[in-house]
């Protein structure tokens, strides 16, 4: 082979082998990082399929009793600009969010405040549906989380503890996801204060989250597992979707949130990893 023909194979084979030695380090045969080189084994994550835990933003998604409604306003269209452009207003605590500390403690951390490394958590899911199906005020307990643990094992520190209530399924109906009585008062399952303090003190979570709308139950206005979560600076994820789809464990989240300045919390965009 001449000089000049092995230039030109080099020249056409370096792009894939620019392109493998890519994939290999950033993981696209099934396992992506989150860390440096030379630390891959602790930081990898390595999954079969990602499930989008997030509902999508409309303007009739339920909303939380005197929040401000999803708004939608164009601004530029094609025809008339060559391009598509809206202005969108929405509540912090609106669709699938994440509260911040500041929500409750005036001297609280702003949701702009969390490190992207806090964004990045292993991931459990205790379905009580079947406790929720019976009692729609279904307060979550630590026996809850015990029965979980015997039969899945001791749920590992800095893990975000998903709890599955079924209310997922209720999302497109705002008046069954509320299900507020002729009161005004709601009725829907939560976890309750000691079951966030064995979580936060014996197995040192990093959070919660769960497919309703708040993850103190309806009827319960201490808001004691809010309170003990985000006084610790944890995750607290709300109005959760497709939990149905993930293992009971082996889950990483990634949770993209909008850096709003002071911000009581935001949408977010949630990301299972599923292995």
Known sequence: MTATRIFQFCERIAPRLHWMALSLALGFSGAAT??????????????????????????????????PPVEFENVANIEEHGYFLRRFSIGEHSATH????????SDGKSIDGYAPQSLVKPAVVIDVRQKTAQNADYVIT?????????????????????FYTGWQERWHSPQQFFNADEQGGLHFPGIGGDASKFLLERRSAAGVGIDTHGVDAGQDTAYATNLQVLAANGIVLEC????????????????????????????????????
């Not at 933003?57 to 909303?63: A, C, K, R, S």
Request: proline content about 7%.
């Open 98 to 105: 994440m509260n911040a500390p500041n929500t409750f403690y």
């Open 240 to 275: 959760l979707t497709r939990l149905d789809q993930l293992p009971p464990k082996g889950t990483t989240l990634v949770i993209g949130l909008l850096r709003l300045q002071g911000g009581s919390g935001s949408p977010v965009s949630v990301m299972a990893f599923v292995p």
């Open 142 to 162: 630590v026996d809850d989380i015990k029965a979980w643990e015997h039969q899945h094992g001791r749920i590992k520190r800095d893990s975000v503890v998903l």
């Open 34 to 67: 989150t860390g440096v080189a030379g630390d891959m084994d602790r930081h990898a994550i390595r999954f079969s399929q990602v499930i989008d835990l997030s509902h999508t933003i409309t303007t009739d998604i339920p909303l939380w009793p005197g929040d």
